[in-house]
């Protein structure tokens, strides 16, 4: 039987593999994994707790309807970071714009972080699997001042980690801080989380593809060409693609990168950038992605050299095993 490792086992033997890093990034990192076990909590009884499932009544920036849980998700990750003291901001989906820690043991914190606290959140309501996704960064402003935008504006290829929670079937938390991808599996009788799937890696060869083929009218002829041609193409061992989306980016990438596959949310003809958020959505799987042996790009260039303009500016995605992007590709320079 493999030797049992927890995540703070973990988190602190990987720590010297992180040049920099004094324990600043061990502690962020231990962070998240209490906001999501408190998160996780909720969720597992969401259908039995009055006044957490539906909607909050409120909009985010983005224009989408505010889930109870969302909220609730997202002052628990920015009460648990902060409460840490050493991250000197945090950028969330559901905040307009960033929040700069203004206590002096933050204004001296090394990172910012930027989150997704519950992305897929429409789906609770009909008990399929949602998570958090994160992002961290090292500032760029001086250390001792207020968070500036800038800290969080920078391209992808600059993380130092990220990682996302999944709430499935179990709940397991995901990351990389450069070294590789490592997935931990909690277990709910003892509140830890235990490495459960070391060093993952994307399959090279993959059979299925996922995207809401709802917007198919609307997406440019070469990803309707793509889209087209897979039902036909036979893959190497002889079945036929398998389509799998069930809306939750974090669960449709999770089975992909284990199961060996292409996720992607194209831009539309109302929609050129797509759906999906580049700073804490786009970046941070696209890290993990390329981590994991895979690739992630807009359809142009590779995710991670974007430069951000604006928090909440939006990208389209592709990302999945390299032959699998690749050919894809070949379809959209058409
Ligand atoms: P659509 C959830 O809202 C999300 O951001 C991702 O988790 C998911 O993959 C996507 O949107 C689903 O969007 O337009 O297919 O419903």
Redesign the pocket.
């Known amino acids: 039987m493999s030797r049992i490792t927890t995540l703070g086992e973990f988190i602190i033997k990987t720590q010297s593999q992180v040049s920099y890093s004094t324990g600043e990034l061990s502690k962020l990192i231990s962070s998240l994994r209490l906001a999501a076990k408190i998160v996780n909590a909720e969720i597992n009884k969401a259908g039995l707790v009055d006044d957490i499932l539906g909607k909050a009544g409120d909009t985010n920036i983005q224009g989408e309807d505010q889930q109870k849980l969302d909220v609730y998700a997202n002052r628990k990750f920015i009460d648990s970071v902060e409460a840490r003291e050493i991250t000197c901001g945090i950028a969330s989906e559901e905040e307009d714009s960033f929040i700069a820690f203004d206590s002096p043991q933050c204004r001296n914190g090394k990172y910012v972080i930027l989150i997704d606290p519950l992305?897929?959140s429409?789906n609770i309501d009909v008990n399929v699997s949602v998570g958090t996704i994160f992002s961290i960064y090292k500032r760029v402003s001086p250390v001792g001042e207020k968070a500036i935008i800038e800290d969080f504006l920078q391209p992808g290829n600059q993380q130092v980690a990220a990682g996302y929670f999944i709430y499935g079937s179990s709940t397991m938390m995901v990351y990389t801080t450069g070294n590789g991808v490592n997935g931990f599996t909690f277990d709910p009788t003892i509140g830890s989380f235990f490495l459960s799937h070391p060093d993952m890696r994307i399959p090279e060869e993959g059979s299925i593809y996922s995207v809401?083929e709802g917007n198919y009218p609307f997406f440019s002829q070469g990803v309707r060409d793509y889209l087209k041609n897979i039902k036909q193409n036979i893959p190497l061992e002889g079945k036929p693609y398998t389509g799998r989306y069930i809306?939750?980016?974090?669960s449709?990438l999770h089975r992909n990168m284990l199961k060996g596959g292409l996720y992607m949310?194209p831009g539309t003809t109302s929609k050129p950038n797509g759906?999906?958020r580049l700073c804490y959505?786009c970046n941070p799987m696209a890290y993990i992605m390329e981590q994991a042996g895979g690739v992630a790009t807009d359809g142009n260039q590779r995710i991670l050299d974007i430069v951000p303009t604006e928090l909440h500016q939006r990208a389209p995605l592709f990302l999945g095993p390299k032959k699998m992007v690749a050919e894809i590709e070949s379809y959209l320079t058409r």
Request: net charge negative.
């Open positions: 992305d897929g429409s809401n809306g939750s980016m974090v449709d949310y759906k999906l959505e």
